[in-house]
């Protein structure tokens, strides 16, 4: 054996064997993916934290290093399936993708086209250029129900989760769709955690850049430029740009995306660290239609599309797509702080900020005569067409989490911490007029007033919330660091608001608004049966509050959302293959449900109470021959447990299958990769589910595929890894639906549990998925 001691790394060479570890609690540093827990058998322990176990590396002081080796543990890779699942230790499920199978995929991924496999997520998306967002259902909820986070931190959720980061920026997304870290800072996790984690700055000078062009006229450039180590300061940076364009795969209309991601990296002799990350993006895409049952069938049986028109120089132009229009610019700044105070003392800070301005249009029809006028008092003629907008004149989305960890001995980690939160929305639906309608197509759209001088406004709110919340935790580890339990509390001080500012104060709903105080318990408990086996038990609870934006389409303020979920596990692993299975039970009080309004606007109300227990199966090998295979598979029992109350009566749904929750969800996937040549097939199946809440509109279950190939040539000059891959979506060209855009009441007429009559409703509206689209990638390393 051969041992090479540096400042900040060890290289070790045993029988073949190159050993690269970073000195430093991978689990605690600032940045680290606590949903993952990173730790393995042979852990590393920074300076400044005492190590629980007996640890492969014991420093003695900064140059005297003894080492030990396990060639087993050293030779199993984390990933199995091709980067298409990950080994976890985390005493709750973890499910991931990781940066083998997200840099096969196309650059125009967005983050919901790159976990579509996972057991636990049935993925909608809208178009095939990553720009439009989507939806997904999990474990009978919805996206709404889900925390996405972005480097520890909530960000964009799911419908402009292209907003966020640019796929060459990640190098993970993991989901723990039944927990969340006592310091996450979330609310909205009754469905689990999305976490994306940001690429860590390069120690070397370079950069990255590719260009893919493909179906629906689909062009995207991107660069990105690493610093490397600049001097001995130990600070490292990276920025990227990129700009993609598209034309709608379906109707008239083209799509803009231009994105800027930094990222920079302090690292400290002691192990402490800051990491930054900002990103902005523009946005300028369209606010699609979304098909109907009948426009569907239609679409699938003629042919004939439903989405948004051309310019018609005759009046009708509500659907011309210029007058459906969403444009919104968002920036987001996050910066973990790790500091290691003492050996047994660290403190974790992390400050965000996140803003989006922009609106969303859609047109109304045409004015009348003498109806408004413009900003230079002259009347505006009838016949114009006209415009309403759901405007944030501004979102921001300030906080910051505070924790502190101490080791009371050797066996128990103890925290303590605080998140502050404050969210704050003015939202105006403004009027204006578009002259597409009468002259020539995309003038911008032009204010206007009513008679009495007043801005046209539909309607103008101030909504938000802000939070206190503190939380204890104790982690203990015994028997050889086999057992290990998690128990923690969190406290949580919400006030939430909707003020309708065109309303009197003696108008009704002109203020609604709630406080609430929620205590959320936790217990995790881990026990390693052995160097391959690992069973786990875990249960929480958590609360979910309604969207403040999405109250002004109710009447009434909704109920806090409550949960209590349950999860029993087993996983196992060898240098073959990986295996995880976990059995979920959840009880949900006041079903919080998300509405489609159209014009990409979502309402809130309570739905009742809901049950939903299932099991997720993962099982993934290592590379046989280089080909790595991937199988997933969820059964799931979704029941409402209640009557839903409905104008001074009740819907008839005790008992019936809750919407969207597919019962049976599988996937099966294949990666090959000999260095040069690789590959990736993906195979998803949906099996039929409830729309509406009376049951009465079901969706068919469907299949959806990719295929990823590709060549990585060798260096030349300065281009480290000149690559080139082809990405196909839709094989087989299905037309099919995915999954409804919100949840309906009902489609038919029915009766409520009064007697009387309920009228047939319009049913859902759904995601179809886009038709058969190829992307071609060249890119390298420089």
Known sequence: MQIFSLKHRLFVSASGILVLAALHDTARCAGAAPVGDLRTPDRVVASGHKPHVKSALQAQNKENIDVTSNRQSVSLSVDGGGGMMRRETAAYSVQTVTKQFIDQKSPTSSVLDLVKTMPSLNVSSADTSGMHGGGIESRGLTDADIAILLDGVPASSAGYIDQNVDSENLERISVSPSASALEAPVTTSAGGVMREETLTPS??????????????????????????????????????????????????????????????????????????????????????????????????????????????????????????????????????????????????????????????????????????????????????????????????????????????????????????ANNFSKIGFPINVSYSGATTPGNPHTALYTADGKRALAGLTNTGYEIHSIFVQDEARYLHNKLRIIAGFKFMMTNYWMKNLLASSSTSNAHLGANSTVPLPQLSISYDIDDHSQVYVHGEGDFRQPDPSAIQAVTGMPKNQYSIKEELGYRYHDKYVMLDLSLFNYNITNRLMSTYLGGGVFGTANAGNQTVRGFDLMVAARPIHHFSPYASFEYLHATLDSNVPYGGSYLRTKGYEAPMAPKVMANFGLSYDDTHFFGNFALHYASSQSVTLTGDQRMPGYVTDSLSVGYRFKPFSFLKSPTFKMNFQNLTGAVVRTGPVGIATNATQGQLLDGTTLAAGSGAQFYVLPRFSMTGTISTDF
Not at 384 to 405: C, E, F, H, I, R
């Open 203 to 420: 120690h070397r000078m370079g950069g990255t850049m590719d260009f893919s062009y493909g179906t629906n006229n689909l062009s995207r450039e991107f660069l990105r430029l690493q610093s490397g180590d600049i001097g001995n300061t130990g600070v490292r940076f990276y920025v990227s740009g990129s700009h993609t364009h598209a034309r709608q795969w379906m109707g008239a209309g083209t799509n803009d995306r231009q994105h800027i991601d930094f990222g920079l990296q302090k690292d400290f002799q002691n192990a402490s660290s800051i990491k930054l990350y900002f990103s902005w993006n523009n946005n300028q895409i369209m606010v699609d239609n979304y098909a109907t049952e009948e426009q569907f069938k239609a679409y699938k049986h003629t042919g004939a599309g439903y989405n948004r028109s051309g310019y018609s120089a005759t009046g009708g132009n509500d659907n011309y797509w210029k007058n459906n229009i969403s444009h919104f610019n968002t920036v987001f700044l996050v910066m973990p702080v790790h500091v290691v105070l003492s050996r047994k003392l660290t403190l974790d800070v992390t400050p965000y900020f996140y803003d989006a301005l922009g609106w969303d249009s859609w047109g109304i029809g045409q004015s009348s005569a003498g109806q408004y006028s413009l900003g230079n008092g002259s009347a505006l003629p009838g016949g114009q067409q006209l415009v309403q907008a759901w405007n944030a004149y501004s979102q921001p989305d300030v906080g910051v989490t505070a924790k502190l960890g101490y080791d009371i001995d050797s066996h128990n980690h103890f925290s303590v911490g605080y998140w502050y």
